[in-house]
């Protein structure tokens, strides 16, 4: 996700933008400043652990105060890719 938010960033810096900035700090997000919330969907999005527990919390927060999601689906080989639906069932309920 850290290598995608880097090229928006990059796509947004312009003399026409005021420029995108991108946070993988949850301490540092302002979700009445936020206009989405980067979701890089692969195999280990929503594998088991504290990991996990983290991100859906963020993605709570995020939802609750309206933020939009973004969702970059992993697609290449060797990434840990999945098809779409095994995303769909690996996604905790409530979300």
């Known amino acids: 996700a850290a290598a995608i938010a880097a090229d928006l960033e990059a796509q947004f810096v312009s003399p026409n933008h005021s420029g995108l900035r991108t946070t993988a700090e949850p301490e540092h997000l302002r979700h009445d400043a ?11 999005t929503f594998a088991p652990g504290a990991r996990a527990d983290t ?15 973004l969702l970059a689906h992993e697609r290449r080989d060797g990434w840990r890719r999945l098809t779409f639906d095994e995303i769909i069932v690996a996604t905790p309920e409530g979300l």
Not at 55 to 69: D, F, N, R, W, Y
């Open 34 to 44: 936020c206009a989405a919330f980067l979701l890089y969907l692969n195999a280990e």
């Open 55 to 69: 991100l859906v919390s963020e993605l709570e927060a995020a939802l609750e105060a309206g933020t939009g999601l």
